[in-house]
């Protein structure tokens, strides 16, 4: 099994300052720690600033496949892992589903590590009574099922357009222009990425439609949107690497989609504007 190099005894620059907005349920997925991608120090900062009394973590948190490769954990990594362990401590229920890329923990459904409790799926019933079946998603992408060396390369691929993209943007930078993202422009404008975005939001709409809840929340597909467009509630929770979102439950079941990538801790998280067609929550 592949072992995560947490030290519960050590000395941290969190805070135990109270977090400023409170929900009452966060949906956090995609982090891939282990991987120089990972926005672990924005995460952090999100995590400080926002609290929740359950927190969902959707899969692919700690990115197994790059770590059996190559090895990379440095302090803001494990910092994360030591402040949602601090969060479970303090009451918060923190339910972790794991994804393709930390598969390795599938071994261990219905055991708890520091009161995180590891599931293969969940439903999770809001304060409005709506249901929804929380799941990573990577059961529905054909690739990861039955090519496997492809799901890999694809993998490399996206590590490699998301190293390309920080020198691209260092020069973006100096030039004055704001950041772009190349992945996130590839999944938009290439007919067969956007039609992968598609089949896998019908596929899992209809497994809530099978399960007889009202929606589906999940990450996998790094593209986080709140829609209805296939006769049932979507919810992707997006990712850590690029977009840096997370989804949030209000006290009245409603939801929204926060972004984070700007550092300093006193702004607010701006929303993200669902697609069109998406439903507004309220």
């Known amino acids: 099994m592949l072992q995560i190099p947490v030290a519960f005894n050590n000395q941290s620059s969190d805070t135990d300052a109270p977090a400023s907005r409170k929900f009452r349920t966060l949906f956090i997925s995609d982090v891939h ?4 991608g990972c ?14 009394d359950t927190i969902y973590l959707v899969g692919d948190i700690v990115d197994g496949w790059r770590m059996r490769s190559s090895w990379f954990w440095p302090q803001s990594h494990n910092d994360v892992v030591q402040k ?24 261990y459904y219905g055991t708890h590590f520091g009161g995180i409790e590891v ?7 809001a ?14 992408d054909m690739i990861v099922r039955n090519a496997r060396w492809l799901a890999y390369f694809g993998d490399w691929a996206y590590d490699f357009a998301i190293f390309s993209n920080r020198y691209f943007n260092w020069f973006r930078r100096k030039l004055g222009f704001p950041y772009w993202s190349l992945s996130k422009w590839a999944k938009h404008k290439v007919k067969n990425a956007v039609n992968f975005i ?3 939001e019908q596929a899992v709409a209809l497994e809530a439609r099978k399960q007889n809840v009202e929606g589906v929340i999940c990450g996998h597909i790094h593209h986080a949107i709140i829609h209805d467009i296939y006769g049932t509630r979507y919810m992707n929770c997006g990712d850590w690497v690029e977009s ?23 702004l607010l998280p701006v929303p993200v504007k669902p697609a069109k067609g998406a439903l507004v929550p309220a």
């Not at 229920?93 to 923990?105: A, K, M, Q």
């Not at 949030?248 to 006193?266: K, R, S, Y």
Request: charged residues 30%.
């Open 33 to 36: 720690l282990g991987t120089r």
């Open 39 to 52: 926005q672990a120090d924005l995460l952090l900062n999100f995590l400080r600033d926002h609290d929740a």
């Open 84 to 107: 949602l362990l601090r969060k479970a401590r303090k009451g918060a229920r923190i339910v972790y589903i794991p994804g393709n890329h930390d598969e390795f923990l599938r071994d």
């Open 119 to 125: 599931m293969e799926t969940a439903i999770h019933e």
């Open 127 to 140: 304060a409005d009574g709506q249901k929804y079946l929380v799941i990573h998603g990577d059961v529905f």
């Open 198 to 200: 598609s089949e896998f």
């Open 244 to 266: 840096c979102t997370a989804l949030a439950e209000h006290d009245d079941g409603t939801f929204e989609l926060l972004t984070w990538t700007i550092p300093e801790a006193n």
